[in-house]
């Protein structure tokens, strides 16, 4: 696989022959990259920046097994109004990009809706079944640098009310039909298994996955 900047590209031989060009050097340009290597294609990767220094980069930096059940704009008055108003921390957005973003804002929330979240889960629930062992592949592949960088111990999320956390154990719950353990803790066993948002939270759910069934072959 040959890989570009794009500011590097003008010193380069544009003519050379690839099977594939792939644009875009974030987790999802790498990883379609690596499998078309991987099944004998000759890959030329480009980006603008370096590889992965743009939204994959920047990110929580968790394998997002439970990610199945996607982010949805919300439906709740109080939700939307406190994003209105620029009051959240998971999004931030500028006044004068409102009517640029305003139609896609419009389609991300028609799609809001249960049966539209449903049916969205189950077209991504095969893809991401995988996702944890194929990190895995990929972090061997890296080899030992790489896994000191990663922990495989589920992530744990900190509610601060019981309704929040009502809320959260009932999402926690929609997960299970596609393999994502979950717990709930409250109390002395959260306490005496980490001393992480002793203070501030009322009580945590966890989150770890089970090792997925293999995709059957297309
Ligand atoms: C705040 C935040 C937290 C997140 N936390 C998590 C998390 O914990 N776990 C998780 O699984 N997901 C998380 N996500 C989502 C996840 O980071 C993204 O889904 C993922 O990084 C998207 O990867 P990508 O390759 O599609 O995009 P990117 O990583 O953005 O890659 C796109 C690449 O394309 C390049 N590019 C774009 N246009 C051009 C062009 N015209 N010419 C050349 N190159 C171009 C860019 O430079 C960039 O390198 C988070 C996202 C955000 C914003």
Known sequence: MRFWAEEQSHDRDRTLPTDVIVLGAGMVGLGVALHLQKR?????????RGAGEETSYGNSGLIQRE???????PREFGAI???AIN???DVVYHLSALPRLAPWLFRYWQNATPDRIERSAQALAPL??????????LIDEAGDAAHTLVQ?????R?????????????NARRLDTYGVDHAVLTGRNYASSSRMCRRRSSARSTFAARRPPPIPAC
């Open 81 to 83: 109004l406190s994003y």
């Open 87 to 89: 009051n959240r921390s």
């Open 40 to 48: 004998g294609r000759d890959v030329v990767l480009i980006d603008r």
């Open 67 to 73: 990610g199945v059940i996607p982010y949805t704009f």
């Open 128 to 137: 991401m079944a995988q996702c944890v062992q194929e990190h895995d592949a």
């Open 158 to 170: 900190c509610l601060r009310t019981e309704e929040s956390l009502g809320q959260a154990i009932a």
């Open 152 to 156: 495989h111990k589920g992530w744990i």
